[in-house]
């Protein structure tokens, strides 16, 4: 569809297991030595284990491709859901065993046995190679477990590899399963790519197809792929192979990250963190490239002083009370007239004091400031008059009982009072 568009020769990300793009890292190099030494070397049980799409399968036909110039006959089991007879047919069918042999399982057993004996004394090497082992009941690996017996002095009549997901191995650690689990002789496990790995990956397979990786994705859209794949061979191929069909769309060449973020959208994948750069849905140029977002808009506000801390003014303290009071004069028996009092005589102040002296503000005084408790009018004296010096200005008090003058006598004051309460 696409191949002429990018230069290619055939499609590069196809699904289907194909030793021809088998890309090889250091892990899969050792799980395919593995897989060949426990085939060619007769060592019983070889357990290769790994995520899903890591590669497996494609593993199991490149090994079963190399066996191909060697005396060997491999049975590749691709499909393990068989119940036990169905699993016997399966095998004498693909052995070479008579149709008779196929109507008991003791027919079975003993022509299979009979078969490899003469296959091993020919120089010919006979194998088992189950794929999708996670999903093999657990009356089937009992079943390889006896397959197992099958032996020759040192050496096994039918070396068996089991190919299955991580899953595999938490079954074989139950206790049902716990002998099968003894009886491997070789284990591999396949982890998922790097990203220098997954790069590697795209441009090896576009080179075999007969392209150029540059020509087809950006550098930064194979960054995405790698990250939105999680390093599994089979998304990475699911999302360039779908890129490509899109970029073959829209007349992109190369193919920028906006749209395999398009296609891990709609393929559920992890977004990349690279969409910052590639705005998706943003306009894209006929060429496809991408437009770069406008640059942040900064405003630059200039520094506003605080205000000035508000002084408020406390008011001067007002000057000490000056409180003058004039006792009253005992009272006479009645019928007794009494003269008035005299005037006080006037208070000599120096001239020089009075000339300087301010007159001194008067304010009123009620019994309650002073703490006392106010007697009843009959207790009250007759006269009690409280009268400012003859050299300050009296002013109207507020009280018409009580006149007092500044700075007052607090103290005296207090105690007439305290003597009118006894009364």
């Known amino acids: 569809m696409y191949e002429s568009y990018f230069g290619l020769r055939v499609r590069p990300f196809d699904l289907t297991p194909d030793p021809r793009f088998l890309f090889m890292t250091a892990g899969h190099r050792e799980a395919l030595s593995t897989i060949e030494y ?3 070397g007769r060592k019983g049980l070889t357990l290769l284990v790994g995520p899903a799409g890591t590669g ?4 199991v036909h490149a090994a079963l491709e190399r066996q191909k110039g060697v005396e060997a006959a491999a049975i590749y089991l691709s499909n393990p859901t068989l119940t036990r007879e169905e699993f016997f047919q399966f095998l004498a069918f693909e052995v070479g065993l008579a ?3 196929e109507k008991s399982k003791t027919l079975i057993l003993r022509e299979l046995r009979a078969t490899l004996l003469e296959r091993h004394k020919a120089g010919r090497l006979t194998a088992l190679l189950v794929d999708e082992a996670q999903a093999m009941p657990d009356e089937l690996l009992q079943e ?5 017996n099958l032996e020759v002095g040192n050496e096994k009549l039918l070396p068996v590899v089991l190919v299955g997901q991580v899953e595999l191995v ?8 716990m002998a099968l689990k003894q009886r491997v002789a070789l ?24 392209g150029d990786v540059a020509k087809i994705f ?3 859209a194979v960054a995405a792929i790698g990250e939105s794949s999680g390093g599994i061979p089979r998304n990475i191929s699911v999302i360039c192979d779908n890129a490509m069909v899109s970029g073959f769309a829209l007349d992109e060449q190369p193919i920028a990250v906006a749209t395999i973020v398009e296609v891990c959208r709609d393929f559920d994948f992890p977004l990349p963190r690279l969409t910052a750069t590639a705005r998706v849905g943003s306009a894209q140029s006929t060429a496809g490239a991408v437009a770069a977002p406008p640059p942040p808009r900064v405003v630059v506000q200039a520094a506003v002083a605080p205000p000035a801390p508000r002084v408020v003014p406390q008011a001067a303290a007002p000057p000490p009370l000056r409180v003058v009071a004039h006792a009253a004069a005992p009272s006479s028996p009645r019928g007794v007239a009494q003269a008035a009092p005299a005037a006080p005589a006037p208070r ?3 001239a020089r004091a009075r000339a300087t002296a301010q007159p001194e503000p008067y304010v009123s005084l009620s019994p309650s400031i002073l703490g006392l408790q106010m007697p009843s009018a009959s207790h009250l004296p007759k006269k009690l008059v409280v009268e400012p010096t003859p050299e300050e200005a009296p002013v109207p008090a507020r009280s018409s009982l009580f006149r007092f003058s500044l700075p007052a006598r607090v103290r005296g004051l207090r105690s007439l009072f305290v003597r009118m309460a006894s009364r």
């Not at 497996?56 to 593993?59: D, E, G, N, P, R």
């Not at 938490?170 to 399963?177: E, F, G, N, S, V």
């Open 38 to 40: 426990g085939i060619a």
């Open 56 to 59: 497996k399968t494609t593993l």
């Open 99 to 101: 149709d008779a042999a």
């Open 144 to 148: 390889l477990r006896m397959l197992e």
């Open 170 to 177: 938490d079954r074989l650690r139950q206790p049902a399963l």
């Open 187 to 210: 284990r591999s496990t396949l982890a998922p790519l790097t990203a220098q790995e997954a790069a590697a990956y795209i441009a090896e397979r576009i080179r075999i197809a007969g």
């Open 218 to 220: 950006t550098p930064e």
């Open 348 to 350: 000599s102040v120096p």
